[in-house]
């Protein structure tokens, strides 16, 4: 089944230690797309890429880069984690760039536990 | 701009008991609506969107959302919740102006046996 796959579900890293999340698809979709969600709240847009082209959201911190070597591979970088990234963060395609209209394919979410 | 609205946080419902849930959203001009459903630990998935034309949506897990534009409104609605429905139910809009898609803050429903 085509699907977006996360890695690792859950991960635990030290207060500035940098983590790297990473996320892969086989549906062969142009756009991806990360977002963080914290507790009861709802998805927040860091960033997306339509192919190689990289769309930073204004208010995504510069601790949070990201990197897509190939259609099929995105990834996160967290360079200083602190206790505010404690989250969970999702992966999503969509076939074309329109975010405002695509659907959106998710992954099943990496949390993040910053100690 | 744009914005969601989805008042409950909360709704509790009985086992076979109807649901609605509400979405209320700021927009001057016809949005694209969407709701998305979010299973405990997991992703979101599409339940169903309105883009344009019959103002009521069948989705899928028997869901189904009913546009009104007079009152800025598209409800999901189901009419026997069953135990696997628990999750929390997102509304978004998304906008021509801008190519972003806004999300509510979610609901959480609860299933009684």
């Known amino acids: 089944d085509a699907m977006v796959i996360q890695n690792p579900r859950y991960q635990v890293t030290q207060f500035g230690k940098p983590v790297t999340l990473s996320c892969s698809q086989t549906?062969?979709?142009?756009?991806m797309y990360w977002y963080q969600q914290k507790s009861s709240q709802a998805p927040k847009l860091l960033f997306h890429?339509?192919?190689?082209?990289?769309?930073n959201e204004a208010d995504t911190p510069d601790n949070f880069q990201s990197r897509r070597p190939n259609t099929s591979f995105c990834f996160l970088d967290i360079r200083s984690p602190g206790l505010g990234d404690a989250a969970m963060y999702l992966c999503?395609?969509?076939?074309?760039?329109?975010?405002?209209?695509?659907?959106?394919?998710f992954g099943p979410g990496t949390r993040l536990t910053v100690l | 701009a744009q914005s969601v609205t989805q008042p409950d946080i909360h709704i509790t419902v009985s086992e076979g008991a109807s649901l609605e849930l509400r979405c209320n959203y700021s927009?001057?001009?016809?949005?694209?609506l969407f709701w998305y459903v979010q299973s405990p630990g997991q992703g979101l998935q599409l339940l169903l969107k309105?883009?344009?034309?019959d103002t009521l949506v069948q989705g899928i897990k028997g869901f189904e959302a009913e546009f009104k534009r007079s009152q800025s409104s598209f409800n999901l609605r189901k009419p026997s919740v069953h135990w696997s429905d628990a999750a929390e139910y997102f509304c978004?809009?998304?906008?021509?102006?801008?190519?972003?898609?806004?999300w509510g803050a979610g609901t959480k429903l609860i299933i009684k046996p």
């Open positions: 999503a395609t969509s076939r074309a760039y329109f975010p405002n209209t695509d659907t959106q394919y």
């Open positions: 549906l062969n979709h142009n756009v």
């Open positions: 890429y339509y192919d190689k082209d990289f769309n």
């Open positions: 927009y001057g001009a016809t949005p694209y």
């Open positions: 309105y883009f344009s034309g």
């Open positions: 978004a809009v998304g906008a021509d102006s801008n190519y972003q898609l806004i």
